[in-house]
């Protein structure tokens, strides 16, 4: 990791990078940008700041 520059560094495990690899062949984008995308979905869905939950929605 390099906070410095914003980088994370990730050696993907091997059921990670070939699900990665047939995404990647299946779209056309490279890896990193599909690994920088379900990143990017995965804090999105789980971060903190979203104070306004549905009416509907379970607590939590």
Partial sequence: M???AGELHYAPSD???D?????AAETG?????LLRLHVDLFVGAFSG???ERP???PPV
């Fill in 2 to 4: 390099d906070a410095g």
């Fill in 15 to 17: 059921p990670l990078a």
């Fill in 19 to 23: 699900r990665l690899a047939e995404q």
């Fill in 29 to 33: 984008l490279d890896e990193a940008t």
């Fill in 49 to 51: 700041d979203d104070d």
């Fill in 55 to 57: 009416p509907n929605a």
